[in-house]
């Protein structure tokens, strides 16, 4: 029992730690935020592939198929985190800024014959973002203006999965997650000149919802060495039962007089459908290759958005707020063997590239499209007692623009530890 709440109490750590932000990115304050990677250590070497991926010692959630090949033997437990440095590039501005973020914590172990459980703790979406613009508003150039973004928070999901393998080499499972979360965002619009009315808009979100997440996965043996597993999960969109809120408060310093107005969009945030297929070969046990596409339509849902309605101020949900995401992911893992003597032979070798699609609208415009790449490394964890455990190293490389809009580079260093213990084994003594 001990050994059960360990795992709990490192999650709750983790669900702590998640309360602090990720990103630094301007792009952060649109919609719910910049949506995060949901991918454990071993994904992330291979830029994020898994639909098709199933082994026996590794937590994949991406797929809950999977769980079904979790050994028998063993309990898997895995927790992630990343560093990362990002440069912002706009009109020959360029600026710097670091990160660091708990990223995950996720078990795994078989409860029956062809069965599997999963939970963990993941991110969704992440909110942190603060700067400001400056100008003169006449050609005298007296009066200026300071405009100042801010902005934090972000929403996480816990889940419950399970992986079940009704027929041989073919298993289907599904994730239930409680989805929570908030965020709070700001704009300033002060003047030089005291007698400019300063304006304030706060924008503020809380969400406490579910989300289900179905997989499948098929094998299709090719001969004594060769095997192609199909991958594909689903995710139904609906409507988080959130009130979005927006106050709007306009302050004369010289007479002291402030007036608020708060609008609230009722029940004006949804989930979109969202669907990914993949399929992975596998030769040998040692070397995987395999193509992902996910499509998250987020093109079918609104956001609320501040707005003029018939000559008046209105907080209404924009249908064009939102764009289809389409991300596209190529990737693969080689390992010679995990019985050879020598570490090389043992450490397994990732890479991945990935290609995403906007899912917002800017000012009208495309946001900003993404193209990444990583490489990483399965270094297994050797002593007396266990040689199933895996330090998970991977960096990574996101490039994010838009036609006249921020580009940002951002390089990531992802760290993941998997403890595999053997805990169900039943020891025999003579």
């Not at 007698?195 to 996965?217: M, P, W």
């Not at 010289?254 to 979109?272: I, Q």
């Not at 018939?310 to 693969?332: E, S």
């Not at 020598?342 to 499209?369: C, E, F, H, Q, W």
């Amino acid at each position: 029992m001990k050994k059960i709440f360990l795992p709990i109490f490192m999650m709750a750590t983790v669900l702590a730690a998640h309360a602090q932000s990720g990103t630094n990115s301007p792009y952060s304050q649109y919609g719910l935020g910049i949506l995060s990677e949901q991918s454990s250590g071993f994904n992330r070497g291979m830029n994020g592939l898994g639909m098709g991926f199933r082994e026996g010692n590794q937590v994949n959630f991406i797929n809950p198929a999977s769980y079904s090949s979790i050994d028998s033997l063993t309990f898997i437990f895995d927790m992630g985190l990343s560093g990362q440095i990002t440069n912002f590039s706009e009109n020959g501005v360029r600026k710097n800024a670091k990160n660091a973020d708990f990223e995950y914590a996720v078990a795994g172990f078989r409860v029956f014959k062809h069965v599997g459980v999963s939970f963990g703790i993941l991110p969704f979406t992440n909110v942190g973002y603060s700067y400001s613009s400056s100008d003169y508003i006449d050609p005298t150039n007296t009066v200026y203006y300071t405009n100042t973004y801010t902005g934090s928070g972000g929403l996480h999901q816990v889940y419950l999965g399970a992986g079940w393998e009704p027929l041989k080499n073919l298993s289907i499972g599904a994730n239930v997650s409680y989805l929570w979360g908030n965020y709070s965002k700001s704009i300033s619009n002060t003047y030089s000149d005291s007698y400019v009315n300063t304006l304030y808009k706060y924008y503020t979100l809380s969400v406490n919802n579910y989300k289900v997440d179905a997989g499948i996965q098929y094998t299709l043996p090719l001969g004594k060495k060769n095997q192609v597993t199909i991958g594909a999960t689903f995710s139904p969109g609906h409507s988080l039962k959130a009130d979005p809120k927006c106050q709007v408060v306009s302050y004369n310093s010289t007479t002291s007089v402030t007036d608020t107005t708060t609008y609230v969009a009722n029940d004006g945030v949804k989930l979109p459908n969202m669907i990914a297929a993949g399929v992975m070969w596998n030769h040998n046990n040692q070397l995987k290759l395999g193509v992902d596409y996910s499509l998250q339509q987020w093109g079918s849902v609104g956001f609320p958005d501040y707005t003029v309605v018939n000559d008046k101020p209105a907080y209404v949900v924009n249908d064009n707020y939102f764009k289809d995401r389409h991300k596209f992911t190529l990737g693969g893992e080689y390992c010679k063997g995990a019985m050879y003597r020598k570490l090389l032979s043992r450490i397994r070798y990732r890479a991945g590239v990935s290609y995403a699609t906007p899912y917002m609208t800017i000012n009208g415009k495309d946001g900003p499209k993404e193209i990444s790449a990583s490489i990483g490394f399965g270094i297994p964890i050797m002593n007396g007692y266990n040689n199933r455990s895996l330090l998970n190293i991977s960096g990574q490389w996101v490039h994010t623009s838009g036609a006249g809009m921020i580009t940002e580079n951002t390089f990531r260093i992802n760290i993941g530890m998997t403890f595999n213990e053997r805990w169900f084994a039943k020891w025999k003594v003579e």
